[in-house]
C-alpha cells in the first residue's frame, strides 16, 4: 500500500506565491517520475509538471516560468513552488508518483487526495 499525502493548499493573493509539498509513504521498491495534476471545476484533469527521478522535468505551458517543480529523495517528497499565480489556476491539485512495486517490476501510478488552491484576484 502506498500513500501520497498533499499539504500546503490554500488561499494566495494573484502574483503571490505558495509551496505545496507531497510526501508518498509506504511498501515500495523505488520511486520513479513525480509529479502534480489539477482539475477546475467543470473541466478534465490536467498534468501540470513532472520530475523524473534523475531531475528532468516538464511543465505545462500555461505555468512554464512561473510553477518549479522539485523533489527531495531521501525524503521521498515532491514540492510545487508556485510564483506568480492567477485565477486561472484555481484548482485541487494532485500529487501524483509513479512507483515499483517490492514484488514486480511493474510501475503502479498513484494520486493522492488532492488539496485545494485558490487564487484570489
Known amino acids: 500500500q502506498v500513500r501520497l499525502v498533499e499539504s500546503g493548499g490554500g488561499l494566495v493573493q494573484a502574483g503571490g506565491s505558495l509551496r505545496l509539498s507531497c510526501e508518498v509513504s509506504?511498501?515500495?521498491?523505488?520511486?520513479?517520475?513525480m509529479g502534480w495534476d489539477r482539475q477546475a471545476p467543470g473541466n478534465q484533469r490536467e498534468l501540470v509538471a513532472t520530475?523524473?527521478?534523475?531531475?528532468?522535468?516538464n511543465y505545462t505551458n500555461s505555468v512554464k516560468g512561473r510553477f518549479t517543480i522539485s523533489r527531495d529523495n531521501a525524503k521521498n517528497t515532491v514540492y510545487l513552488e508556485m510564483n506568480s499565480p492567477n485565477p486561472e489556476d484555481t484548482a485541487v491539485y494532485y500529487c501524483r508518483a509513479h512507483w515499483v512495486s517490492v514484488y514486480s517490476t511493474y510501475v503502479h501510478q498513484s494520486w493522492g487526495q488532492g488539496t485545494q488552491v485558490t487564487v484570489s484576484s
Open positions: 520530475i523524473t527521478n534523475e531531475g528532468m522535468t
Open positions: 509506504g511498501r515500495f521498491n523505488s520511486i520513479n517520475a
